[in-house]
C-alpha cells in the first residue's frame, strides 16, 4: 500500500515508467513507514487514511467517500456508523450486514476499476466482495452470522451523480494536497470521512498548483 500510494500521488497518470521510479516509490514508501523507528502502527494507519482516500475506484473516483456517493448515494458517515453497530438484535445485523457488503464490494473493485466498475463486470466484482467477506470472517474478523447475512444481502453497485461530495480532480497533484491536508488536520485511525468536515469548516486550501495544467 505505501508504493501504491507513491505511484497514485507521484507517477505521471498514476503509472509507473521504468524501474527507477519503482526504486523511488519503494525508497519513499520506507521512508513513510520507518518515520517514527521501528514503531510503525501510527505511520501505517496515516499510509492506509491517505490510501482510501486517494485510491482510483473507476468512473473518475477517487477515495472511498466519494465512492460511496458514486456507487450508494449514501454518504460514508452512514457506512461507518453502520458497520460499528453491535449485533445484539437482527436488525442491527441486517443493517450493519449491508454495511460491510457495500465496503466489501468498493473493496473488490481496487484492482482493476476502469474495468471492474463498468456494468457487464458487476457478477465479477460480486464473487470477489464475497471472498473479501469470508476472508474476514476466516480471519476472525466478524462473526459468523454477520458474514451469513452481509453474503446474502443484495446490494449491487449502482450509478449515482457525485454532486453530494466536494468535486475533486483527478490528478497526483491534487491527490497529494488532499492527503496532507487529511493528515494535517488529524483525520486517523480509518477516519476516511472528511467530506463532511471540509463543508462544515468552509475550508479553503491555497497552493502553488496550477489545475489547468493538472487536468491537462
Known sequence: IP?????IMGSPGGRTIGIPER????????????????????ARKTILLNY??????????RGFT?????????????LKRELS??????????????ALKQAALLCAIVPAPNRYAEEKFRPKIESKAIAVIRYLYNEGKISEQLAEVAVKSDVMLGNYPLTPAPKVISGTAMSSVRSYLIDAMGLRDGDADYSNLLREMNLVVKTTYNQEMQRE
Open 3 to 7: 508504493i501504491q500510494l507513491h505511484k
Open 23 to 42: 526504486l523511488k516509490q519503494i525508497l519513499a514508501a520506507e521512508i513513510d513507514v520507518y518515520r517514527d523507528g521501528m514503531f510503525t502502527e501510527d
Open 52 to 61: 482510501l482516500n486517494s485510491v482510483y475506484l473507476g468512473n473518475g473516483v
Open 66 to 78: 466519494d465512492a460511496c456517493y458514486k456507487y450508494f448515494n449514501e454518504d460514508m458517515s452512514r
Open 85 to 98: 453497530l453491535s449485533e445484539d438484535n437482527s436488525a442491527n445485523v441486517v443493517i450493519k450486514a449491508k
